[in-house]
């Protein structure tokens, strides 16, 4: 029996910026917003952020003073759409008892430290991150190793196919889970089984679906998969719902939101991520201790997109 009660313990999914390898901007890109990957991950009070692309700036616009004193940025990997947000993120400005903590799982056990300071120090970026008021710190591991927290929370990753390499995240809390699988193209059979493990049943995966089938014979290599592929992995893997992410540029709001339907005829849970748009997922009490929620009882809440006409000054 799996039982649910309502909790501000909750796991929470905030997208900040859902474009892929470069903003998108004008006015038939409003709906799907304009920033490269940012995801903010709420295990309970507990911040993750995912990726430092341009919407870490409008995440901390957001958080401003209120941010947590520590902060952990899980990096998929360093290619610019990915970090471009790390200067200008407001907590980082604010107070110098703030720490925050990078995580790169790509670079052989290496850590960020030396790539980010190449480029953000003069004459690429006027200001070094060291200049900051806020300290960083750089922690380096290998995909596929788990990493422990001090409070006990456990994040689980995964090496993804992609030039120089990426990781894969999945988080959990209170029996729920997300994965976030970005940038990633996908292999030859499809859907990698060890891809699948990692996503097995999770509640919420964050796939790069950039292209579509259609698109792909021209962007073979490129790194990035297609939102076919996103929902082929889904179905292999038990995945309850999709989130397609890495959105091309290219593809304005009319495009997407074919393509979504498209999509949603074949797997309804499945839609193409949105700025702004949150998810909540509420903790599971599970009496015999399976760890696994029933899929056909779970709902995904679904806010109702935000507008950026809202936020615009
Ligand atoms: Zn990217
Ligand atoms: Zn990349």
């Known amino acids: ?14 997208f900040w910026g859902t474009r892929g390898s470069t903003c998108a901007s004008g006015p038939q890109f409003v709906e799907f917003g304009s920033h490269t990957p940012c995801v903010e991950v709420r295990c309970g009070e507990r911040l993750f952020i ?10 901390g616009m957001e958080l401003g003073p209120s941010a947590p004193e520590k902060i952990d940025i899980l990096l998929s990997h360093l290619h610019l759409d990915h970090i471009s947000g790390m200067p200008f993120f407001k907590p980082a400005l604010l107070a110098k008892e703030r720490v925050i903590r990078t995580y790169c799982g790509h670079l052989e056990g290496e850590s960020a430290m030396e790539p980010l300071s190449r480029l953000f120090s003069p004459p690429l970026f006027p200001v070094r991150l060291g200049q900051l008021p806020a300290q960083f710190e750089y922690h380096g591991f290998k995909a596929g190793e788990p990493l422990t927290f001090d409070d006990g929370t456990r994040i689980d990753t995964h090496l993804l196919n992609h030039p120089g390499g990426a990781t894969g995240y999945r988080l959990s809390h209170r029996g729920r889970s997300v994965c976030y699988i970005s940038d990633v193209e996908h292999s030859d059979p499809w859907p990698d089984p060890d891809l699948a493990a990692f996503v097995r049943d999770t509640d919420l995966m964050i796939f ?10 021209y962007c073979r290599g490129w790194g990035h998969s297609t939102w076919q592929k996103g929902v082929e992995l889904s179905k292999a893997a038990g995945v309850k719902a999709l989130a397609i992410f890495h959105l091309y540029p290219g593809h304005d709001d009319d495009f997407l939101k074919a393509a979504e339907a498209e999509m949603q005829a074949v797997m309804p849970t499945a839609f193409m991520a949105r700025e702004r748009q949150s998810f909540r997922f509420e903790p599971v009490e599970d009496d015999f201790d399976t760890g696994c929620a029933d899929p056909l009882k779970t709902q995904v809440g679904r806010e109702k997109p935000v507008s950026l006409k809202d936020f615009a000054t």
């Open 1 to 14: 029996m799996v039982r649910r009660v309502a909790s501000s313990d909750a796991l929470q999914v905030r």
């Open 208 to 217: 790069d679906g950039m292209f579509s089938d259609a698109e792909y014979s």
């Open 50 to 59: 995912l990726d430092a692309g341009t919407g870490l700036s409008a995440l």
